[in-house]
C-alpha cells in the first residue's frame, strides 16, 4: 500500500471511529447510562460493578476503558491487574494489551517492573509492520511516547517497505519535536523519491499553520544544512525551492532556482517560470533578476525576446507601486521602452509596452502630448481586442485629468461606459466617471452612480466604490451640503496631478476651517501622509500618519494609517522595535482589520528574529 493510499485509510478509520462513538450515545441502554452518571459523579464503586457486567455483555474497547478507569480511580490495582490480564489472554495477538498490563503494574507504584514489561514487549516483536504500530500505539495512548519511540526504531530496523518514517514523524509531532519529525520526512523522501508528493501534502499543511511557526522553521534549518552538507542530492535543493515558494520566501526561492538551473541546464526555464510569480507578488526587484539571468543565455534562447518586454514590465511596476526611483532612472527606462518597441514593432503584441510608455512619459516625465500620440494609435493597430481599445481610452482619459483636461477626461469615461455597459471594463469607466463628478463637486449625482458600483462584479471595483460612497455620506452636512468635502475633493484631484503644494494648502486650510470632531479631518491627515510619502519625506508621513489615528482611533482609516506607519518604520526608517509595536497593536486593537494577516506574518518574523539572534548571542 503506497503513502497516499494508507493516508485514506487511516482517515477513513477515525471517521467510522467517531461515527461509532456517536450512534452509541444514542444507543445507550439503561445500564450504561446509569453507569456513565456514576462515573460522571465520581462514584466509582457504583460505576465499576455495572461496567464489569456492561464490559462482560458487550466487550467493547469503550466500556474496557470506563471500568478501568474506574478501578484506578479506586487504586484497585490488584482488579485492574486481573482484568487486563484475562482480557490479554482472549487477545493474543493484540499488541495493547502487553503493554495496558504493564501500564497496570506501573500505576500501582512498580515502575522498574513495568519498564521491564515495556522492554519486553518490545524485544518480542517480529517482522510485522502492523504490529509495530499497533504497540507504539499503545504506547502512546498510555502517554508512553518514549516507549513508542523506541518501538518505531526497532520497527525501522525490521521493516522497510514501506517504511516507518511516517508513523515516525507523526509521534516526533505529536511529541513537538519538529526537528525529529523533519528529519524523518527527508530521510523518507531521500531513499526513495516516489514519496516526494505525499511528503510536500503532509509538510504544507504543517508549514502553513499560522498557530505554529515551529514546523516551519525546523524544516528551513534542515533544509538548508542538508543542501550544504549533500550538495550532490538535488532532492533537498528541490525541497527547499518549494518550501521557499510555500512560503513566499522569495530571494531563497530565486537562489535555489538558479542552482538548479545550472545543475540540470535548463536554460533558464525554471528562472522565467519563477520571474513570473514574482511579478505577481510585487516583487519586482526579485522579478528583474530573474529576467536579466535568463536574457544572460543570449539573443538565440527562446524566452530571451519575452524576458526583454517582461523586465521592462518589472521595472515599470517598480516605479508605479514602490516608488523607488530617480529621475535618471525614468529617462532611462522611456528610451529602453522606445528601442523596443522600435525593435518589436507597434502592434498588438507590443500593446502593452506602448500603454506603459505613455503613462510613464504623461505622469513621471511631463510629456502628455508624446503619451495620448501613442495611445490614440492602439485602435488602429492590428490584433488588438475590446478590450484593450476601451482601455486605452480609459488611460487617456486619465491623462487628460491629470493635465487638467476634466471635461474632456469625462466624456472619454462616459464612452467607454456606454459602449461596454456590461462589462468589467463599463464598471471600471464608471468608477473613473463617478470620481470625476467628486472631483467637480458635484456629490449628489457621483453618489448615485456609486450607489449602483457597490454590487459591481469586480470586488475591487466595488470595494473602491463604497469607499468613496463613504466619504460622501459621512461628510454631508445637516443642511446637506458639501463644504468639507468639497476643499477636500478639490485636494484630492491637485494631489492626482502632483500639484503637492497646492493641494497641502488646501488640506491646511480645511483643518484650520473645520474644527476637531469634524468626519473629514482624519481623511485631511491621511491624505497629508500620502503626500509625504509621494515627496518620501518618510519621518513626516510617519507623523501625519499618527495623527490620523489620533483623530479617530477607531475611525475607517485607523488601521489603514498604523499599517503605514509600520511599513514605513520597517522598510524606509529603519526602526524594526517600532515596526513590530505597531503590528502588535494592529492585532491587539484592531482584530477585524484587513491587514491583520500582514500583521501577524511581519511580527512573527519579526519575533523569531529576535529569538535567534539571542540563541547566538547566549
Known sequence: MNAKNRFIKQEALIIAFLLMSVFSVFGQSVEEKLALQYFQDKEYDKAADLYKDIYREKPSPVFYNYYLDCLFAKEDYKTAEKFVSSVAKKHPMEQKYKVE???VIDRSGNHKKAVK??????????????????????FKVRGLNDFALKTFERGKKMIKDPPLNMELADLYMSMGN????VGEYLDMVDDDEQYMQPIQA???????????DGPSEALREELLRRTQKYPSKTVYSELLYWYSLQKKQFKLA?????????????DGERIFQLAKVLYSNSKYDLAIDAYEYVMDYGKNNRLYQTSSIEILQARFMRIIEDAVFEQSQLEALAIDYEALLHKYGQSGSTVGLMMNLAHLYAFYLDSTDRAITLLEKIPHLSNVDNYTRAKAKLDMGDILLFSGQKWSASLLYKQVEKANKYDAIGFEARLKAA???YYVGEMDYAKVQLEVLKG???????????????LIIENMSLDSSYDALNSYAKADLLAYQHNYIDADLTLDSILTAFPVGEPIRDNVWYKKAEIAVELKKYQLADSLFQKCVNEDAFGTLADNALINRARINDNQLNNPTKAKELYKKILMDYPGSLFTVEARKRYREMEAASEKFMRGAN
Open 435 to 437: 470620481k470625476f463628478f
Open 101 to 103: 498490563y504493564a501500564y
Open 178 to 181: 519538529y526537528k525529529g519529525m
Open 456 to 470: 459591481a462584479t469586480s470586488k475591487l471595483i466595488a470595494n473602491d466604490a463604497l469607499d468613496l460612497y463613504l
Open 254 to 266: 530565486l537562489i535555489q532556482a538558479k542552482a538548479l538551473d545550472k545543475r540540470y541546464h535548463e
Open 202 to 212: 503532509k509538510l504544507q499543511l504543517l508549514i502553513s499553520d499560522p498557530s505554529n
Open 117 to 138: 514489561f515495556y522492554e519486553k514487549a518490545i524485544k518480542s516483536l517480529k517482522s510485522n509492520r502492523a504490529d509495530v504500530i499497533d504497540l507504539a500505539n499503545a
